[in-house]
């Protein structure tokens, strides 16, 4: 199951557009757009969407709208440096590796 949260930012030259980020297994598919005929593209995350996503994702779990497990984790994937998501990639290295 996919666990989404998006909000509204503002870039250097004051042009608004949106940042979802999608929460999948132990993915983190960071997209950006900007206007409304735009199609998504891969956003690079900085420290204050990370810390962004978390404040999100703590705001679900008092409504049990994500379990307590699925923040650790959440919180645990944003920690990670680096973009976050390479496609078809997972963060996730098995136990021996």
């Known amino acids: ?23 999948h297994g132990r993915n983190i598919e960071w997209t950006r757009k900007q206007g409304h005929h735009n199609s998504w593209e891969p956003h690079i995350p900085n420290d204050e969407n990370r810390a962004r996503l978390v404040e999100e994702a703590l705001r679900r779990v008092p409504r049990r709208l994500i379990s307590q497990k699925q923040f650790d984790e959440i919180k645990r994937l944003s920690e990670n440096e680096g973009p976050g998501y390479i496609a078809g990639r997972s963060s996730y290295v098995p136990p021996g590796m």
């Open 1 to 23: 199951m996919s666990i989404e949260f998006g909000w509204w930012e503002k870039d250097d030259a004051g042009k608004k557009y949106q940042v979802n980020a999608a929460v």
